[in-house]
């Protein structure tokens, strides 16, 4: 199985090329892509740079254009695509079927990842889009059990990858209106959940307030890391009793799954991050190619995710998410 790893700056990049990854997924400066924060992602420059230095050390570059097209301004994701393809892309990432055309008609020769922007979760979704636009691989929404995920990759006619580390989302990946409702930025148009120009922190006696817009997300009691206030994973009163509503704030660890995974013939393995930096980026993915590669050669069991690493997961707590879903 491949490890995929995320880079949100050319460092980040370079530091996951030197501990391990198979692939680096990273994106443009722009909303092109579902990370579109201030001073992440890549100029056509820092790209080009990035996929020579991969090149030199047999790793593959793949493009995130995860984005939904705006009406009126197609150019913006068409140019990308253009210039991923223009600048030795191993692949592009997309979701809006109609860059998907455009890229199919246009580029045929450039490999086509269905992002998880997408949400294929049927064996009837992905099979169209592999007969439709000949993506090569479709990325997997995280709400889907392991039982689930074997069953779609024996179906389909393309390779599947699944997210093992890294952040949640409470809807299926990105399905979610909470962002534009708050800030007026929408995570599948402009590329940005809970923007940084809108939140803020402020004390409050011996309280660190969150806030989002004119929403405050949470309150956190001294002691108590503060995490970036998103409204899915906000803390509110309801019937005179304060909880997390839709999601606690916690990362995903599969990485207990990684022989499930292999069995199921799921070709690659990715981790969430590219808005983290560059220690998350070099001791995850150091600590997931250790793990890996025990699995891949029948190995014991590696120790389980240190308690480092753990301390790096949103919320300082990790969960398997899906993949041992008990409810219906």
Same mark, same amino acid.
């Given at each position: 199985?491949?490890?995929?790893?995320? #880079? =949100?700056?050319? !460092?980040?990049?370079?530091? *996951? &090329? @030197?501990?391990? $990854?198979?692939?680096?997924?990273?994106?443009?400066?722009?909303?092109?892509?579902?990370?579109?924060?201030?001073?992440?992602?890549?100029?056509?420059?820092?790209?080009?740079?990035?996929?020579?230095?991969?090149?030199?050390?047999?790793?593959?570059?793949?493009?995130?254009?995860?984005?939904?097209?705006? #009406? =009126?301004?197609? !150019?913006?994701?068409?140019? *990308? &695509? @253009?210039?991923? $393809?223009?600048?030795?892309?191993?692949?592009?990432?997309?979701?809006?079927l109609g860059?998907?055309?455009?890229?199919?008609?246009?580029?045929?020769?450039?490999?086509?990842?269905?992002?998880?922007?997408?949400?294929?979760?049927?064996?009837?979704?992905?099979?169209?889009?592999?007969?439709?636009?000949?993506?090569?691989?479709?990325?997997?929404?995280?709400?889907?059990?392991?039982?689930?995920?074997?069953?779609?990759?024996?179906?389909?006619?393309?390779?599947?990858?699944?997210?093992?580390?890294?952040?949640?989302?409470?809807?299926?990946?990105?399905?979610?209106?909470?962002?534009?409702?708050?800030?007026?930025?929408?995570?599948?148009?402009?590329?940005?959940?809970?923007?940084?120009?809108?939140?803020?922190?402020?004390?409050?006696?011996?309280?660190?307030?969150?806030?989002?817009?004119?929403?405050?997300?949470?309150?956190?009691?001294?002691?108590?890391?503060?995490?970036?206030?998103?409204?899915?994973?906000?803390?509110?009163?309801?019937?005179?009793?304060?909880?997390?509503?839709?999601?606690?704030?916690?990362?995903?660890?599969?990485?207990?799954?990684?022989?499930?995974?292999?069995?199921?013939?799921?070709?690659?393995?990715?981790?969430?991050?590219?808005?983290?930096?560059?220690?998350y980026v070099?001791?995850?993915?150091t600590e997931?190619?250790?793990?890996?590669?025990?699995?891949?050669?029948?190995?014991?069991?590696?120790?389980?995710?240190?308690?480092?690493?753990?301390?790096?997961?949103?919320?300082?707590?990790?969960?398997?998410?899906?993949?041992?879903?008990?409810?219906?």
């Amino acid at each position: 199985m491949e490890l995929i790893c995320p #880079a =949100g700056t050319p !460092a980040a990049f370079r530091d *996951a &090329v @030197d501990v391990g $990854a198979d692939a680096v997924y990273c994106g443009f400066r722009d909303e092109t892509n579902a990370r579109n924060f201030p001073g992440l992602n890549f100029s056509r420059d820092e790209l080009a740079e990035a996929v020579s230095y991969a090149r030199t050390h047999d790793v593959k570059t793949l493009v995130a254009i995860n984005t939904f097209m705006a #009406a =009126g301004r197609e !150019a913006l994701w068409q140019s *990308a &695509v @253009d210039d991923a $393809a223009a600048l030795g892309a191993d692949a592009v990432i997309l979701a809006d079927l109609g860059l998907l055309a455009y890229a199919a008609e246009r580029h045929p020769d450039l490999r086509r990842h269905l992002s998880v922007q997408a949400g294929a979760a049927n064996v009837e979704h992905i099979e169209f889009l592999v007969e439709a636009f000949g993506i090569k691989r479709a990325v997997l929404p995280r709400v889907l059990t392991m039982s689930e995920v074997a069953a779609l990759t024996r179906q389909v006619r393309c390779e599947t990858e699944v997210f093992v580390y890294g952040g949640l989302c409470v809807m299926e990946e990105g399905r979610c209106s909470l962002s534009s409702y708050a800030t007026g930025k929408s995570p599948n148009m402009q590329g940005v959940c809970s923007p940084a120009s809108h939140v803020r922190y402020r004390q409050d006696g011996r309280e660190m307030v969150s806030e989002l817009g004119d929403f405050t997300i949470n309150r956190f009691p001294e002691g108590e890391a503060a995490g970036y206030p998103t409204i899915c994973k906000g803390r509110f009163v309801v019937a005179g009793e304060d909880g997390y509503i839709f999601e606690d704030p916690v990362s995903l660890d599969a990485l207990s799954h990684l022989g499930a995974l292999k069995a199921a013939g799921v070709a690659a393995l990715k981790i969430e991050g590219r808005q983290r930096g560059r220690s998350y980026v070099a001791q995850v993915v150091t600590e997931i190619r250790r793990q890996l590669d025990a699995v891949e050669n029948a190995e014991p069991a590696a120790s389980p995710l240190n308690d480092t690493l753990r301390l790096m997961s949103e919320g300082q707590r990790t969960t398997k998410g899906s993949y041992d879903k008990k409810w219906r």
